[in-house]
C-alpha cells in the first residue's frame, strides 16, 4: 500500500512562498482548485522533481521513501501536463509505451501491452499514427495511457481538461476514473473547474493564503 | 469525440477584391522573373543537349563527375560531423549562434585565400611552425576549405532545431523515467535530425557547385569539378560548347536530385514541415556563460580564427593602408570595388523584390503557397555556371559572355540568393496577423493603410536582412561574374583570383580584408537589426 505523503514542502517562488502538506492515500482522487497563478502547478512540479525546494527540511514520501534527492526519472511518478506534452516526433503507440520502453520492457511486449491499454481508451486503430492528426480528446486519452501504462507509484495531474470544450470534459472525466480503477494510484489533480472536484475528488487539498513578513504564503493542506 | 486540436482553417482571409487586384500583380511579377530568367534558360540548356549527346558519356566528363561527387560527398560528410557537434554545443548561447551564422558574411574567395594564407609557402603555419600542407593544391585541401565554410551553417541550422525541441516533451520524458542521455537520444534526436538532414542535403549540392574555391585550391586538371569545367569551356582556351553542356547536365543532376529529395520530405510531411525547415533563423534564449559554452566558444573560434590571420601583416607584406592608397593598386581596386557595389545593390533589389512577390503571392492565393515555396526554392538546385550557359543560350541575340553583361550577373547573383531570401522571408509570411489586418479595415484604413499599420512592421526587419545579406554575398560572388565579365567590368572577387594567377598575394590579401570588411558589415548590421524585429504593439 503506497500512500505519498507531502510534509513541509516549502519553495519560494517570484511574489510568494509556496508550502504544502498533505497525504493522499492508494485509490484516492486529491482535487486542488485555485485560480492561475496560484502555484498549483509548481507544486506538481516540485513533487516531480522538475523543480527543487527552498528548503532542506521538505520531504515528499512514497510508501515510506523520502524521494526529495532523486532526480525525475526515478521517482516513479506519472505526471500528465497540462498541453499533454506528447512526443510530437513518435506516433501514438511509441508515445503510450515510452514509460515501459524506458523502463527496458522489449518490442513486442510493450507495443502488447500499449495496445491493450489503447484498446480500453477506444484509441487501437490510431497506434499507427501520427500524434498531430489527433484531437484534442484522443491526445488527453493517449496522455493518461502514458502516464498509467507503466504503473507509476503516484499520478498528477495537470490541468488536464482545460483545453477541452464541456461534453468533452464529461466523458474525459469518466474515461479517467475508469483507467483510475485499473491502476489506483493516488492521485493529485490541479484545476481550476469546481465541476472536477465534484466529479472526480475523494479529498480536496485547501489552498490558504496569510502573510508573513510582508511576503505573501500559499499553503497547500 | 471533438476534434480541437485540428488546424485551424485560414477563414480569416478576408482581404477580398482588393487583395486579388495587387495579388495579380505580384503573380504577374514572380511568374513571369521565374520564366523568363529560370525556366526558358534551363528549357534552353535542355534543347542543346540534342546537339552534343557524344560528349555525355565522355571518359573525360565522366572523370568531372566522379571527383564532383567524391568532393562533394567528403565535404558533407566532415562538414555534417563537425556542424553537428557545434551546433549542439552551441545551442544554449544566442550569441555563438549569431557567430555560426557568419560565413553567410564571408565569401568563398576569401575562404580559399585563408586556407592559402595559413597553409602556403610563406603563410602562418610554414612560416612559426614548419608545417607544410602537402596537398596545398590539390581536392584535399578544397575539402578543408568546404568544411571551414559549411560546418558552421550545418551547426546554424542544428542549433536552431534544438531551440525549437519543447522543453515540456523534455520533462514528460524525464517523469517517464527517461536519463538525461537518454532525453537526448529519443526526444532531442528527433527534433534536430531533420534540420541536420537537410543541411547535409544543401551543403553537398553547395560544394557540387563551388566554383572559387575550387578554381583557386583544386590545383587545375585533374582535380577539376564540373562547374569549373563549364567556365573552362567557354571562357578558358577554346570554346567548347558540347563539354559545357555536358558538364551542365550531369551538374543539374547533382544538384537537383539533393533539391528533389528535400522537396519529396516536404511533400510527404506537408507544408507544416516545410515552415519548420524554413524557421532556422530563429536564435535560442542567452544565457549566462557557463564552463561548457566556453569550450563551446573556443570550438567556434576555430572556425573564425583563420579569417583574422588575413588581417595579420608579416614582415615581408604590404599593409592594408600601403594597398588601400597605393598609387598602382588604388587605379585598380577602386573602379572594381564600385562595379562590385553597384552590382551588389542591383542584386540585392531584384532579390528582395522577387522573393518579396513570391512570398506575397502565396499569401493572397493560399492555393500557391506551396508552389511559390517550391518555386523560389528552386534555384537551390541549380547551379550558378549552369543557370548562366542556360541564359547564354536562351538569349544569346543580346548577351555575350565576351563582351560582358552586368544585368546577366545581377540577375544570376540575385536568383541563386533566392532560397535564402525564402528562408527570411516565409516564417514572418505564415503568420501573417489578418484579423488585426480586418480590425484596421472596420475602423475605416483603407486595404493598402490597414495593411501598412498592421504588418509592416514585421515585414521591415526582415526585408532589410534580406537584402544586407543578399548584398553581402553577391560582392564576393565569382561564378556568374567570371562567365559575364568584361574588361570594363571587372569586380573585385575577379580582380583577386587575377592577382593570384599573377603572384600578387599582397595586393590579394588587400582585396580579401576590403571584401571581409564590407560584406561582413553589411550582413552583421542587417542580420542583427532585421532577424529580431521587436513587436510593435498594435495600439
Redesign the interface.
Known amino acids: 500500500m503506497k500512500t505519498l505523503k507531502v510534509q513541509k514542502l516549502r519553495k519560494e517562488i517570484a511574489d510568494f512562498v509556496l508550502e504544502a502538506d498533505f497525504e493522499v492515500r492508494e485509490g484516492e482522487r486529491a482535487v486542488i482548485v485555485g485560480r492561475s497563478g496560484s502555484g498549483k502547478t509548481s507544486l506538481l512540479r516540485l513533487i516531480?522533481?522538475?523543480e527543487t525546494p527552498s528548503d532542506a527540511q521538505s520531504s515528499v514520501s512514497i510508501g515510506g521513501v523520502n524521494i526529495l534527492s532523486l532526480?525525475?526519472?526515478?521517482?516513479?511518478?506519472?505526471?500528465v501536463?497540462q498541453?499533454d506534452?506528447?512526443?510530437?516526433?513518435?506516433n501514438v503507440i511509441d508515445n503510450a509505451s515510452?514509460?515501459l520502453?524506458?523502463?527496458g520492457m522489449g518490442r513486442k511486449q510493450r507495443n502488447d501491452e500499449a495496445t491493450h491499454w489503447l484498446k480500453l481508451v477506444g484509441l487501437a486503430d490510431r497506434a499507427r499514427d501520427p500524434i498531430?492528426?489527433?484531437?484534442?480528446?484522443?491526445?488527453q486519452r493517449i496522455a493518461f495511457v502514458?502516464?498509467l501504462i507503466?504503473k507509476p507509484d503516484i499520478v498528477l495531474l495537470d490541468e488536464p481538461f482545460s483545453?477541452?470544450?464541456v461534453?468533452?470534459r464529461a466523458?474525459m472525466r469518466t474515461q479517467l476514473l475508469d483507467l483510475h480503477k485499473m491502476h489506483p494510484a493516488p492521485m493529485v489533480m490541479v484545476t481550476h473547474d469546481r465541476e472536477d472536484l465534484a466529479a472526480l475528488a475523494t479529498q480536496e487539498i485547501r489552498l490558504s493564503e496569510s502573510t508573513l513578513e510582508g511576503k505573501s504564503v500559499r499553503r497547500f493542506s | 469525440?471533438?476534434?480541437?486540436?485540428?488546424p485551424v482553417a485560414k477563414s480569416h482571409r478576408t482581404v477580398g477584391a482588393a487583395a486579388k487586384k495587387y495579388g495579380a500583380l505580384t503573380v504577374t511579377f514572380f511568374g513571369t522573373y521565374w520564366v523568363l530568367f529560370i525556366a526558358i534558360p534551363l528549357v534552353a540548356l535542355l534543347l542543346n543537349v540534342r546537339f552534343h549527346v557524344g560528349k555525355f558519356f565522355d571518359p573525360s566528363i565522366l572523370s568531372l563527375v566522379k571527383v564532383t561527387a567524391a568532393q562533394a560527398s567528403w565535404s558533407t560528410a566532415l562538414s555534417g560531423v563537425v556542424g553537428l557537434f557545434l551546433g549542439v554545443a552551441c545551442s544554449r548561447q544566442r550569441r555563438l549562434q549569431l557567430l555560426l551564422a557568419l560565413p553567410f558574411a564571408i565569401s568563398s574567395t576569401v575562404v580559399a585565400y585563408t586556407v592559402m594564407a595559413w597553409f602556403g609557402r610563406k603563410g602562418f603555419l610554414p612560416s612559426f611552425f614548419g608545417i607544410q600542407l602537402p596537398w596545398l593544391f590539390s581536392m584535399k585541401a578544397v575539402v578543408l576549405a568546404h568544411v571551414l565554410l559549411n560546418a558552421p551553417w550545418i551547426g546554424f541550422l542544428v542549433a536552431g532545431a534544438m531551440g525549437e525541441v519543447?522543453r515540456?516533451?523534455m520533462?514528460?520524458?524525464?517523469?517517464?523515467?527517461?536519463?538525461p542521455a537518454?532525453v537526448g537520444l529519443?526526444?532531442v534526436w528527433?527534433?534536430i535530425v531533420e534540420a541536420w538532414a537537410s543541411g547535409l542535403v544543401q551543403v553537398f549540392a553547395l560544394c557540387v557547385m563551388s566554383f572559387a574555391i575550387v578554381l583557386i585550391l583544386g590545383g587545375g586538371p585533374p582535380n577539376e569539378t564540373l562547374e569549373v569545367s563549364i567556365y573552362t569551356h567557354i571562357r578558358y582556351g577554346a570554346l567548347d560548347l558540347g563539354g559545357a553542356v555536358a558538364s551542365a547536365l550531369w551538374q543539374l543532376v547533382l544538384t537537383l536530385t539533393p533539391w528533389l529529395l528535400l522537396l519529396f520530405y516536404w511533400n510527404r510531411t506537408g507544408v507544416?514541415q516545410l515552415r519548420r525547415e524554413l524557421a532556422p533563423l530563429s536564435l535560442n534564449v542567452s544565457r549566462k556563460f557557463h564552463f561548457w559554452d566556453w569550450i563551446a566558444a573556443g570550438a567556434v573560434a576555430l572556425f573564425f580564427i583563420p579569417y583574422l590571420w588575413i588581417f595579420i601583416q608579416t614582415e615581408s607584406s604590404k599593409s592594408f593602408t600601403e594597398f588601400l592608397f597605393g598609387e598602382n593598386t588604388w587605379a585598380e581596386w577602386v573602379p572594381s570595388f564600385q562595379v562590385s557595389l553597384k552590382l551588389a545593390l542591383s542584386s540585392a533589389v531584384i532579390t528582395v523584390a522577387v522573393a518579396l512577390s513570391g512570398v506575397v503571392s502565396g499569401i493572397l492565393f493560399p492555393r500557391l503557397e506551396k508552389w511559390s515555396a517550391v518555386l523560389l526554392s528552386f534555384p537551390g538546385g541549380v547551379s550558378t555556371l549552369v543557370l548562366a550557359l542556360g541564359f547564354w543560350l536562351a538569349y544569346s541575340r543580346w548577351v555575350d559572355p565576351f563582351e560582358g553583361s552586368w544585368l546577366a550577373i545581377a540577375i544570376l547573383q540575385a536568383t541563386v540568393f533566392l532560397p535564402i531570401a525564402l528562408r527570411i522571408f516565409r516564417p514572418i509570411a505564415s503568420a501573417v496577423q489578418f484579423h488585426r489586418i480586418d480590425a484596421a479595415r472596420s475602423l475605416g484604413a483603407s486595404p493598402l493603410r490597414a495593411i501598412r499599420w498592421t504588418e509592416f512592421y514585421r515585414w521591415k526587419g526582415p526585408v532589410f536582412a534580406a537584402f544586407g545579406m543578399a548584398a553581402g554575398v553577391s560582392l564576393g560572388e565569382l561564378a556568374a561574374v567570371s562567365f559575364f565579365y568584361s574588361e570594363k567590368l571587372i569586380p573585385l572577387p575577379l580582380l583577386m583570383s587575377r592577382w593570384l594567377n599573377r603572384y600578387r598575394f599582397d595586393d590579394a590579401r588587400g582585396i580579401s580584408i576590403l571584401l571581409f570588411l564590407t560584406a561582413t558589415a553589411l550582413v552583421a548590421l542587417s542580420t542583427y537589426s532585421g532577424l529580431k524585429p521587436r513587436e510593435r504593439r498594435f495600439a
Open positions: 516531480s522533481g522538475l532526480p525525475p526519472e526515478k521517482r516513479n511518478i506519472g505526471y501536463f498541453d506534452a506528447l512526443f510530437s516526433t513518435m515510452f514509460g520502453r524506458m523502463r498531430h492528426i489527433l484531437s484534442g480528446g484522443e491526445k502514458r502516464a507503466w483545453s477541452l470544450d461534453q468533452l466523458a | 469525440m471533438g476534434r480541437t486540436s485540428q519543447p515540456r516533451e520533462e514528460a520524458a524525464r517523469t517517464l523515467g527517461a536519463k537518454q529519443h526526444i528527433s527534433h507544416r
